[in-house]
């Protein structure tokens, strides 16, 4: 989306409010395969604090992955918000970066959006998704759900340098 500064600019208006949505369907990430579901909403402001031009972006979308504990479909909501400084021009500086995590680059009074909303949703993806953050997963040995089931598998996590140690209490 392309968001018209011009009134911004030329001081008509002390702030600008924009908001809209972007279509995104899915994407490979390393091995992870994440689709997102429905639109990636947006709203912003862009505004003056302290004689610098800010832009301000609440993003909230929704994706779909396997769980990364059980395997099964998860889908999750994610809430994040984006911000920087206004800078003009394409090559931007170190200079600009002065205090600002993100500088966000327009010319000809009007800014294309979409590449750093986009950023933002890579950014704000958590690095293992959960169908719930309460999920057991799946027993190492046998392969239950042990959200669904409980296995009698014994897990004897012995660490390997006291292993020989097992030994001399024998079990009769």
Not at 10 to 39: C, W, Y
Not at 133 to 156: H, M, P, R, V
């Amino acid at each position: 989306m392309i968001i018209d500064l011009s009134s911004f600019l030329d001081g008509t208006n002390d702030f600008l409010h924009f908001d809209g949505q972007l279509e995104l369907k899915s994407f490979k990430l390393g091995a992870r395969n994440i689709e997102i579901v429905g639109p990636v909403k947006y709203e912003g402001e862009v505004f003056k604090v302290d004689g610098e031009k800010t832009i301000d972006i609440k993003v909230d979308y929704s994706y779909s992955e396997n769980c990364h504990r059980c395997l099964k479909p998860a889908t999750n909501q994610i809430k994040t918000r984006v911000s920087g400084k206004l800078a003009k021009g394409k090559e931007i500086s170190d200079d600009e970066y002065d205090g600002y995590d993100e500088v966000f680059s327009y010319e000809n009074d009007s800014i294309e959006i979409d590449e750093y909303i986009l950023n933002q949703v890579v950014v704000s993806l958590p690095m293992k998704s959960l169908c719930d953050s309460d999920c057991k997963g799946l027993c190492s040995i046998c392969g239950a759900d042990l959200n669904n089931t409980k296995c009698n598998c014994i897990q004897e996590n012995i660490d390997p340098r006291f292993e020989k140690l097992k030994n001399f209490f024998p079990k009769n």
